[in-house]
């Protein structure tokens, strides 16, 4: 802990890098809300105990013309004011790789601890969907009327899970109120981040907690990165035929 503010119904939203975070989208939706509420560190976890650095190793910089500094994976929370009588608790990490249940504590004991009510899950995955057509949101709420409001589908996902999953479990164990948001984005689009995605992230969220960000930036970014993809496609014959396939086969459904 950094510091111990008394912070004012806070709420916490997570995102992590790695497997829950195809595009970058929701980490990259997360920088945005980081620098829009103007946030200040609140945390950190010691990455020791949970991740294997041979997988997600530290990374050498030069800061300066002969210093050189070393940066370990991190997890990062902080906070800022959403209005005037609410704050908002942000955590970017990546997603561990050992001892998922003690990591799952920790931050669950710092979203009790801070006083946190409501938690939001951000995350993105591959799928097969048109690269043009509005970003697709699947999700998970312990209130099922949050996703009617929201307009997002419910997810029917069975199989493994990331740290996302776990850390719903954990939520909802202690009671607190919790909504996972997802967005399926292109597989055939390699192409990081995906502001795309990343705006339909935010959309979603700022309405689900409702609070306000000026979006013009990211739409600017999301129209650039379509314009690029549309190039992309329209020069590669395969890609074409496959996103056509792709639209058939969303008509007939």
């Known amino acids: 802990m950094h510091v111990q503010p008394e912070l004012r119904d806070p709420a916490l939203v997570l995102a992590f890098k790695g497997w829950n975070d195809a595009g970058q989208a929701a980490s990259l939706t997360l920088d945005i809300v980081n620098e829009s509420i103007q946030s200040v560190p609140l945390a950190d976890i010691d990455p020791e105990e949970f991740y294997d650095f041979t997988v997600e190793r530290p990374v050498v910089s030069f800061a300066g013309e002969e210093k050189r500094s070393l940066s370990w994976p991190n997890n990062h929370f902080r906070f800022g004011p959403i209005d005037g009588d609410r704050e908002l608790i942000v955590g970017v990490g990546v997603e561990p790789h050992l001892r998922w249940r003690s990591y799952c504590e920790s931050v669950v004991a710092l979203a009790l601890d801070s006083g946190v009510q409501r938690v939001v899950l951000l995350g993105a995955y591959l799928a097969d969907v048109v690269y043009s057509q509005p970003v697709s949101l699947t999700g998970y709420s312990t209130d099922p009327a949050v996703l009617r ?3 997002v589908a419910s997810s029917s996902y069975q199989g493994p899970t ?45 309405e689900c907690l409702d609070f306000r960000i000026d979006e013009a930036p990211l739409r600017k970014q999301a129209a650039e990165f379509e314009e690029k993809i549309s190039g992309v496609v329209s020069s590669d014959s395969e890609l074409m035929e496959y996103v056509r396939q792709l639209k058939r086969r969303n008509f007939a459904q």
């Open 162 to 206: 990331g740290i996302l999953g776990v850390l719903a479990d954990a939520f909802e164990q202690e009671g607190l109120w919790v909504t996972s948001l997802w967005a399926g984005l292109p597989h055939y689009i390699d192409a990081t981040p995906n502001p795309r995605g990343a705006l339909a992230l935010l959309q979603k969220l700022t």
């Open 149 to 151: 409001t929201l307009s």
